[in-house]
């Protein structure tokens, strides 16, 4: 329930939050503003603007100024309108999803032995580096005929320019240099099979389209010491271990996707957000054009 005006409560202070208790340091029309909202609005204030720092009196000022708008909103209806009440409801779902989070992280943290065996299975490993363009069309007939267009002499670069939806056709299909797991896996597997110089005789599927892949360079990679990447595959494998409890979470609760949802995802998709293992960076145009980074394959 959103917060609401009644009779007896003008300021619209029924449902305030229990973060309201404590040291007060000023009221507004009964509505107290306390030492731990201050501290709070504080510390989203300096991150937001962490140039222009305020004391504690400045931005008690703000905060008189704020809840007495929000008084007014409460007077006049507005946390009733269905865009606002979506957003205080959203807002809500947000910190306690937060909170929630660093609650999970805290208490189930990365020991070194298990980010050690993340670093020994992903990372420890020496590999293989790619430097190549590609061209990406929409059918498998377009990607066909520019490899015909190749045989019989064709400039890659200007085909690319030419003929590639990609973000990277204006650059001739250039990609960089990157690492197989930070390419979906038949991109990869292509590229791998590839000798100097060579493109793809054969046009290959992606999600993304039809490519046709022409390798410039290829060189092995010396991968990190465990040591020099410990905090970040800790921050990986924590990342893993969250997401592996959203899933737990997904499977457990009853989710039901209504039929008009447009575009919603099925409800036993655990969508992740991974962080790659530290092997080398994607390009922009890589990630996005080739696919996004695949950890773990």
Do not use: C
Not at 46 to 68: F, G, H, W, Y
């Amino acid at each position: 329930m959103q917060p609401s005006q009644t009779a007896g409560d003008p300021a619209g202070t029924a449902d305030m939050p229990a973060a309201t208790t404590g040291k007060v340091l000023a009221t507004i029309n009964g509505s107290a503003i306390t030492q731990s909202v201050l501290d709070v609005y504080m510390e989203i204030r300096n991150t937001q603007n962490p140039n222009k720092a305020a004391d504690e009196a400045t931005v008690l000022e703000e905060l008189i100024s704020l809840e007495l708008m929000r008084q007014e909103g409460i007077s006049k209806g507005l946390n009733t309108q269905p865009a606002v009440a979506a957003s205080l409801d959203q807002q809500q779902r947000t910190v306690l999803a937060s909170a929630a989070i660093k609650d999970f992280l805290s208490n189930n943290p990365v020991s070194d032995e298990t980010a050690k065996e993340l670093y020994d299975n992903q990372i420890g490993k020496a590999g293989m580096e790619y430097n190549a363009r590609h061209i990406l069309v929409t059918t498998q007939e377009e990607a066909t005929e520019i490899i015909k267009q190749l045989d019989n002499g064709g400039n890659f670069e200007e085909l690319a320019k030419e003929k590639s939806t990609g973000p990277s056709g204006k650059t001739g299909g250039k990609l960089g240099w990157f690492a197989p797991a930070q390419m979906v896996k038949p991109f990869s597997d292509a590229t791998a099979k590839l000798e100097k110089g060579a493109y793809t005789k054969e046009p290959v599927q992606t999600q993304f389209g039809w490519h046709v892949i022409l390798l410039e360079d290829s060189r092995e990679i010396t991968p990190p010491a465990f040591e020099d990447v410990k905090d970040r595959v800790k921050l990986v494998a924590a990342n893993q271990q969250l997401q592996a409890h959203i899933q737990q979470l997904r499977q457990s609760a009853s989710i039901e996707i209504t039929a008009d949802a447009a575009g919603a995802a099925p409800a036993d998709d655990a969508t992740t957000a991974e962080e790659s293992a530290p092997a080398g960076e994607p390009s922009e145009e890589s990630s996005a054009d080739a696919g996004e980074p695949t950890p773990g394959e």
